[in-house]
C-alpha cells in the first residue's frame, strides 16, 4: 500500500514538473546582413525549442539545411561554402533564462528576460548573451530576442574575393510561439 | 577593330548572360528527379539511432520517397517568406517526417489529402534531433519536395 502511495505521489511530481515545460517545433529563426552587393536574410520556421520555466532553461535545436533564403544561389554558397552543412549539418543553443524567478509564468503579460549560454554554429560552440522578452498569454509563451554575432567566431569564412562586400556581423532575430508541454 | 569591339560586346554579353541566369536561377525541386531511396519513417528512424553520422552521410542530398498517413498541413510566414509544409507520422511516438515544399501551388491538394495514405518525396536536409531534449521527438526534414499521386509512376 506504503508503494502505490509513493507511486501516485511520484507521478503527481513528474506531471507537475511536466507542466512547466513549454515546446514547440515551429520556431523562427532569421538572420539579416546588409551588404554593398545585396542584402543577405534567411529564414527557418522549423526550429524544435523547449523552455523549463521552473529552472529557466532553455534549448533550440535547427537544421541549417532548413534556412530559406529569397535566392537559390544565396542558400547554395551559405550551404556549401560557408556553413558548410554537409559537415555541420545542425545548429543548437542551450543556455538559461538568468532572471526567469522575475517571470510569472501563471499572469498574462510582457517579461523583460536576460539569455546567456552556448550556441553552436559550423562546429564552433561559443557563449552568447542577449536581452529578449517573453510574452506570457495563457498556455502559450512568446519568445522573441536580437542579437548579433561575427562570423569569424564560428571559423566561418568569408571568400577573399567578397570579403569586402559581406559584412563579418549577422544580426540574428528569435520569434518563437511556445506551448506549455501536455 | 570594330570586328575586336563587337566580339568583346558579345563576350560581354554572354557573362553578363551567365551571371544573370545563375543569379535568378530557379531551385531544383524533387518533382524533376527520381526517387533515389524508398524507406519507411521508421527503417530511417532505425538507421540513425544506430549511427546517426552514417545515416545522415548516406541520406542526405538524396531525394527520399516516404509513404505515410498525412497527419498535417503546416504554413508558416506570410508573403514571400511563406512555407508550406506536410508531416507524415512515424509508427515512433514523436518520429515525424516534415516535407517543405517549394510553392503554393500543392496547398489544395495537401489539404484535401490530410488524415490519408499520401506518398511524398523530397531532397533529405538532416534529422532535427538533440539528446539534449528527448521529449521533443526527432523531425527529418525535407526540401523541394512533392507529392506523388501514384507509386507506379516513380
Not at chain 1, 507521478?11 to 511536466?18: E, G, I, R, T, V
Not at chain 1, 539545411?65 to 551559405?78: D, G
Not at chain 2, 488524415?115 to 532535427?128: E, I, Q, R, Y
Request: charged residues 20%; hydrophobic residues 40%.
Amino acid at each position: 500500500m506504503n508503494k502505490i502511495i509513493l507511486l501516485a505521489v511520484f507521478a503527481l511530481f513528474a506531471s507537475a514538473a511536466s507542466a512547466q515545460k513549454y515546446m514547440t517545433k515551429t520556431g523562427k529563426i532569421s538572420f539579416f546582413s546588409k551588404t554593398k552587393i545585396e542584402d543577405i536574410s534567411a529564414i527557418n520556421t522549423s526550429i524544435s525549442s523547449i523552455i523549463d520555466a521552473s529552472t529557466g532553461d532553455m534549448k533550440f535545436v535547427g537544421l541549417m539545411k532548413s534556412f530559406k533564403f529569397p535566392k537559390p544561389l544565396m542558400e547554395e554558397h551559405f550551404n556549401e561554402n560557408y556553413v558548410e552543412s554537409d559537415k555541420f549539418p545542425k545548429t543548437t543553443f542551450a543556455g538559461k533564462i538568468t532572471n526567469v524567478s522575475d517571470v510569472n509564468f501563471s499572469k498574462d503579460g510582457k517579461y523583460p528576460v536576460q539569455v546567456a549560454g552556448i550556441l553552436e554554429i559550423h562546429g564552433v560552440k561559443k557563449n552568447v548573451e542577449s536581452k529578449g522578452t517573453l510574452t506570457v498569454k495563457g498556455n502559450t509563451l512568446l519568445a522573441d530576442t536580437k542579437f548579433s554575432i561575427l562570423l569569424s567566431d564560428y571559423n566561418i569564412i568569408i571568400p577573399t574575393a567578397v570579403k569586402k562586400t559581406i559584412n563579418n556581423s549577422i544580426e540574428i532575430t528569435v520569434d518563437v510561439d511556445y506551448s506549455k508541454a501536455p | 577593330m570594330k570586328k575586336i569591339i563587337i566580339l568583346l560586346l558579345l563576350i560581354l554579353i554572354g557573362v553578363f548572360g551567365v551571371v544573370y541566369w545563375q543569379w535568378n536561377k530557379p531551385r531544383e525541386t524533387a518533382s524533376n528527379r527520381k526517387s533515389e531511396v524508398i524507406i519507411s519513417i521508421d527503417s530511417l528512424y532505425s538507421a540513425f539511432q544506430s549511427n546517426d553520422s552514417l545515416a545522415f552521410a548516406t541520406y542526405q542530398n538524396k531525394v527520399i520517397q516516404i509513404s505515410g498517413l498525412l497527419d498535417r498541413v503546416e504554413r508558416q510566414g506570410d508573403g514571400a517568406n511563406q512555407s508550406n509544409f506536410a508531416v507524415l507520422l512515424s509508427k515512433t511516438d514523436g518520429i515525424e517526417a516534415k516535407f517543405s515544399f517549394p510553392d503554393t501551388s500543392s496547398n489544395s491538394i495537401l489539404s484535401n489529402l490530410v488524415k490519408k495514405n499520401v506518398v511524398l518525396k523530397g531532397f533529405f536536409a538532416g534529422f532535427n534531433y538533440d539528446a539534449m531534449m528527448p521529449e521533443m521527438g526527432g523531425t527529418f526534414e525535407f526540401n523541394q519536395s512533392a507529392i506523388i499521386q501514384n507509386k507506379t509512376h516513380e
